[in-house]
Antibody, heavy 116, light 108 residues
Framework: EVQLVESGGGLIQPGGSLRLSCAAS????????MSWVRQAPGKGLEWVSV???????YYADSVKGRFTISRDNSKNTLYLQMNSLRAEDTAVYYC??????????WGKGTTVTVSS | DIQMTQSPSSLSASVGDRVTITCRAS??????LNWYQQKPGKAPKLLIY???SLQSGVPSRFSGSGSGTDFTLTISSLQPEDFATYYC??????????FGQGTKLEIK
């Protein structure tokens, strides 16, 4: 079964760091484009970052320079390293397999709360 | 940046109704438009890609149309499980794939 499972969310103080993980099963992360999308409480969807199968990475302007997307091929896992966290980064973070820019498989999400 | 605007923002309808949701892009995006359904507390689900192609496993009562700047998602006969929030997403300016603000479909 094709599946994505996120983990690593939690409560973190402003300025802190957190690393999210997204474990894949049923397909190979490194052979696909993989995205992170977030949703602030009561708000819509916001694209955050993508890593291409070739390794190129891209970020939304709102997180550029603070977040880093990566993958571990041996673990078939996607990551999002989040540094210098702000209150406005509070959201549910989803990972998604991305094929031709449409996101066809999503995880259930992990919640990040940035608050003192 | 390409801005995506959905209308209406919310909609009340009854089971069996035909419903249309509109998405407008701030510039032409050809047919690079996807539609997602999201239920409360759940992840989004891909319904339509490339403006009019039905994702595998999605009921045929869902359909998409349009090209350029104007797109529609139509549900031909609303079922109880269709009450959710719907988002459009442009995939023209990859990788900056922006979403619309969402349309909440509620039971009348």
């Amino acid at each position: 079964e094709v599946q994505l499972v996120e983990s690593g969310g939690g409560l973190i103080q402003p300025g802190g760091s957190l690393r999210l993980s997204c474990a894949a099963s049923g397909f190979t992360v490194s052979s696909n484009y993989m995205s992170w999308v977030r949703q602030a409480p009561g708000k819509g969807l916001e694209w955050v970052s993508v890593i291409y199968s070739g390794g190129s990475t891209y970020y939304a302007d709102s997180v550029k320079g603070r977040f880093t997307i990566s993958r571990d091929n041996s673990k078939n896992t996607l990551y999002l390293q989040m540094n210098s966290l702000r209150a406005e980064d509070t959201a549910v973070y989803y990972c998604a397999r991305t094929i031709a820019a449409q996101m066809d498989v999503w995880g259930k999400g992990t919640t990040v709360t940035v608050s003192s | 940046d390409i801005q995506m605007t959905q209308s209406p923002s919310s909609l009340s309808a009854s089971v069996g109704d035909r419903v249309t949701i509109t998405c407008r892009a701030s510039q032409s995006i050809s047919s690079y438009l996807n539609w997602y359904q999201q239920k409360p507390g759940k992840a989004p689900k891909l319904l339509i890609y490339a403006a009019s192609s039905l994702q595998s496993g999605v009921p045929s009562r869902f359909s998409g149309s349009g090209s350029g700047t104007d797109f529609t998602l139509t549900i031909s006969s609303l079922q109880p499980e269709d009450f959710a929030t719907y988002y459009c997403q442009q995939s023209y300016s990859t990788p900056q794939n922006s979403f619309g603000q969402g349309t909440k479909l509620e039971i009348k």
